[in-house]
């Protein structure tokens, strides 16, 4: 549980975004975040080929 | 034959004997100096922090594993190199002293013909007053302090368990740390391991940092291309921040450290303080302070270290203003431009200037990050290293055929944000370049389309799997060799 934001504190976290249910859902869905695992190898496979010589 | 000796069995070093003797075969003799007798996988060490994980599974013996290769191994605190030789020495040498229990104190002096030096750096923990796991913070910098900071956190979670409020600060302790990334995952992993517990409600935690702006990571910030819009890392971490209800002080320089809070500058040059129960600051870095002495024995160690005391490389050292720097000053070789055979990878090498924006308050207090050069891109190095020096003893030639630019070569950083292999998350990051290069890429610096930034359950799979990957690599079982770096 999150500490309840204190109303009328200038602080910067007031103004970050946060995400709603569908991100968070998606996040945690073993569908989206299976490919998503593969779509990260794919991604950081080609940083590695192409990084260096 | 050739002699090769390399300083350092970390993630560099390591890399670049084990590809050195691959390379090199029988014929030659690699050597590895360190004062550690076990190989950590830094990057887990998040995870001994708060339980996850053990140090063993962290960690392993070096000396079988070098054994199993045929590099040479001896555990000893590099003092001193001679890169000219002297009267007793006509070629150059290491002065080494042994720190294993059966030979402690002898000193040695070991002759090379390439030197690579992957130290690492000094934890720097006595440039701010306080800070350190021997006086009032915790550390996960190494294993051993990683599994202290776990029985400190302990503690605290007794407390919490009995109905107290706790206040979490972790961040950066020095005006100029950087490996932000590691606070920073350390943090969450706080956070989500006492949500699991039902304890989160009973927290205040706090980030606090040096960069100019969240998100910056010592590297000045990225831009991630996502949902139909180019959006800053500042947006990005900030946000990941106010999930795990994390508040944040940025900017500022921690300059002491007492029992009950942490004391800073800002950027206004104004002092703060925050109190704190549990507090984990990244400290400075600073090299490891070998000394260089030449033919005559006279200390030259200006000619080849950096007033940090890390070792000048293949950069372009030049004095010059933030809007001037180039992404070709960064080295590529890493080799020393006073002595051909010796070279420094990872943290070892002093970087041409930062990739941060400098900010310095009114009482010149410089409040900026120096620039990361851990994990992904030290093994590069190392092995870049290794194949070049394997390269000139094979031809017998001077020459560079591999290079490996932090401005020229991508970099992926997996930040955990909870354990679990149905409840973890980490945000997975990739930039390209490491370095900004604004001639190349005038309008974000980068290359947009590799760059991403997502956070997820896939990416907790993605910092396992590269924990058994690279374990597996650096222990050296069977075709280890065609993972890659």
Redesign the interface.
């Known amino acids: 549980?999150?500490?309840p934001i204190e109303r009328g504190v200038p602080?910067?976290?007031l103004?970050?975004?946060?995400?709603q249910g569908m991100v968070r859902f998606?996040?945690?869905s073993?569908i989206?975040?299976?490919f998503?695992?593969f779509v990260?190898?794919f991604?950081?496979?080609?940083?590695?080929?192409?990084?260096?010589? | 034959m050739a002699k090769v000796i390399v300083l350092g069995a970390g993630i560099s070093g390591h890399t670049a004997a084990q590809i050195l003797k691959r390379k090199l075969g029988k014929g030659h003799e690699v050597t590895v100096i360190s004062p550690n007798s076990n190989y950590q996988w830094v990057p887990s060490n998040i995870w001994v922090g708060v339980g996850k994980m053990s140090t063993e599974q962290v960690v392993f013996k070096l000396a079988p594993v070098y054994q199993k290769l045929g590099i040479g191994y001896k555990q000893a605190l590099a003092v001193s190199i001679h890169p000219e030789g002297n009267a007793r020495h006509p070629k150059p040498f290491v002065s080494i002293r042994h720190v294993a229990p059966d030979m402690e104190g002898k000193t040695e002096e070991v002759e090379y013909d390439y030197l690579v030096n992957s130290t690492g750096p000094k934890l720097n923990f006595a440039g701010t007053e306080g800070l350190g796991p021997d006086k009032f913070t915790n550390s996960v910098c190494t294993y051993d302090h990683a599994a202290h900071s776990w029985k400190n956190l302990q503690a605290c979670i007794a407390k919490m368990e009995k109905g107290q409020r706790q206040t979490f600060v972790i961040g950066t302790g020095h005006p100029m740390a950087t490996c932000q990334g590691a606070a920073f995952e350390y943090a969450l992993n706080i956070k989500a391991e006492l949500d699991n517990r039902k304890l989160g409600h009973l927290a205040d935690m706090w980030w606090i940092t040096n960069e100019a702006e969240l998100g910056d990571f010592g590297m000045g910030g990225a831009y991630i291309r996502k949902n139909g819009y180019v959006t800053p890392t500042k947006i990005f971490t900030e946000s990941i921040l106010r999930e795990y209800g994390v508040r944040w002080i940025k900017q500022a320089g921690v300059k002491k450290v007492d029992e009950k809070a942490i004391h800073y500058e800002d950027i206004l040059g104004q002092t703060h303080q925050i109190e704190y129960d549990f507090a984990m600051l990244i400290p400075g870095f600073a090299g490891t302070g070998i000394k260089a002495y030449g033919r005559e024995d006279q200390d030259i160690s200006d000619k080849v270290f950096a007033a940090n005391g890390m070792m000048k490389v293949d950069a372009d050292y030049t004095p010059k203003p933030y809007e001037q720097w180039k992404a070709a000053d960064w080295p590529s070789t890493y080799q020393s431009p006073a002595y051909p055979n010796v070279y420094a990878t990872g943290i070892a090498f002093a970087p041409p200037h930062g990739m941060s924006k400098p900010a310095i308050n009114k009482n010149g207090m410089s409040i900026t990050p120096t620039p990361p050069r851990t994990g992904m891109p030290s093994g590069v190095m190392g092995m870049v290293v290794a194949q070049n020096i394997a390269h000139q003893v094979k031809t017998g030639k001077n020459d560079h055929p591999h290079r490996a630019s932090m401005a020229r070569m991508g970099a992926v950083c997996v930040v955990s944000a909870g354990y679990g292999f149905f409840k973890g998350r980490a945000a997975v990051m990739t930039v390209f370049p490491i370095v900004p290069d604004w001639e190349k890429h005038p309008k974000w610096g980068r290359d947009i389309n590799y760059t991403i930034g997502e956070i997820g359950l896939a990416g907790h799979w993605v910092k396992l799997m590269l924990h058994y990957l690279f374990m597996y690599k650096a222990k050296a079982r069977p075709l280890w060799w065609m993972i890659p770096e």
Do not use: C, D
């Open positions: 549980m999150k500490p602080s910067e976290h103004y970050a975004t946060e995400p998606l996040r945690r073993l989206w975040q299976t998503r695992f990260f190898n991604k950081m496979l080609r940083i590695v080929v192409g990084g260096h010589s």
